[in-house]
């Protein structure tokens, strides 16, 4: 029988070669570590990359939404403004809050008399462009302002106030008309984020504000972009509106989750008037019946069939005349 011996050198480095090896264990042990390190780091850079995509990515839906020049000179309808401005109508200022000029236009009624309409405009709208609902008014006898919003027509400002932070600027323009006319009645009449403003500015209206008419407005911001960014863009409310939430408090000066009907109608005594078509896709028709429930003083609503957004006085025009008419000949006192 042979016996086979190996050198001490190949035996020594077999040793050493051992899986089991203490030594070989801990080098593999900090390769391991090394590697894992790596992919930590590799992650926690590609969600810092997502994070900052989806603020850059939000900053730009905000602005697209709220600033001056964004979705609101898409969506804002071309009005014949020809009546209004053959009227020659007074131009009013103020400066509000926020240290911006607003204006606004009025128009007194061709008979005397101390009934004012405070019509208020849409979102990508402006005072003029309430034309049709400005003649309407003042064919029924009253005077009517109609202001441009902070951020549109001639008012100053960079982002849309959405109703919320416009609210305390129609109470000056109504403070305004009570200086000039300390014994006179106020109604309110808006249309979409006009309509929202209404709504919002209920609980802070002056005691001489006898009724008011909110046409297709939306219960509140917060559920109104939400809509938005599922019709529009198909995407999540989370974490976009919560980032927008912030944008809004920084850029805009506002929190526009504050914004919603169940809060301002809590207590409201003023009676109310809502319209709504059933076919709006902008502003969905539930709205209506949650602004409808969220108020507590005497109300109506009134759902025209077929009409889009913002689109009952045309598709029933000689009907909402006498609604609207009915309504505040009623309430006016």
């Known amino acids: 029988m042979t016996v086979v011996t190996f050198p001490s050198k190949i035996i020594s480095h077999l040793v050493k070669w051992n899986p089991y090896n203490e030594q070989y264990v801990k080098r593999g042990e ?41 979705y609101s000179t898409q969506v ?89 932070k416009d609210r305390s600027d129609i109470v000056t323009w109504m403070n305004m008309i009570n200086q000039k006319m300390p014994t006179g009645r106020l109604g309110m009449f808006g249309i979409s984020m006009g309509a929202a403003a209404v709504l919002f500015t209920l609980p802070k209206a002056p005691h001489n504000v006898d009724f008011a008419i909110a046409d297709c407005g939306y219960n509140s911001i917060y559920d109104e972009l939400k809509y938005e960014l599922g019709t529009l863009f198909h995407l999540p409310t989370f974490p976009i509106l919560p980032i927008a939430r912030i944008y809004g408090n920084v850029f805009a000066k506002y929190d526009f989750y504050a914004a919603n009907t169940k809060q301002t109608l809590a207590h409201n005594k003023i009676p109310l008037f809502i319209i709504h078509g059933n076919a709006d896709k902008f502003v969905p028709v539930k709205d209506a019946y949650i602004n409808y429930q969220n108020d507590h003083g005497p109300k109506r609503l009134w759902i025209v069939n077929h009409a889009t957004h913002a689109d009952s006085f045309n598709k029933e025009g000689h009907v909402y005349v006498k609604k609207t008419r009915a309504f505040s000949e009623q309430y006016f006192k």
């Open 30 to 70: 900090m390769m391991k570590k090394g590697k894992l390190k790596r992919w930590h780091k590799v992650v926690i850079a590609l969600v810092i990359i997502v994070i900052i995509l989806i603020f850059l990515g939000t900053y730009f839906l905000f602005n697209f939404a709220f600033k001056r020049g964004g």
């Open 76 to 164: 804002g309808e071309k009005v014949n403004t020809t009546w209004i401005k053959k009227q020659n109508p007074q131009v009013w200022h103020q400066t509000n809050k926020s240290g911006l000029k607003l204006t606004a236009y009025y128009l007194p009624a061709k008979t005397t008399t101390n009934k004012t309409m405070i019509v208020v405009h849409g979102y990508g709208s402006t005072g003029h462009k309430m034309n049709n609902y400005i003649r309407m008014f003042h064919d029924d006898g009253y005077n009517v302002l109609a202001p441009d919003d902070e951020s549109f027509g001639r008012s100053q400002g960079e982002y849309a106030g959405y109703g919320w």
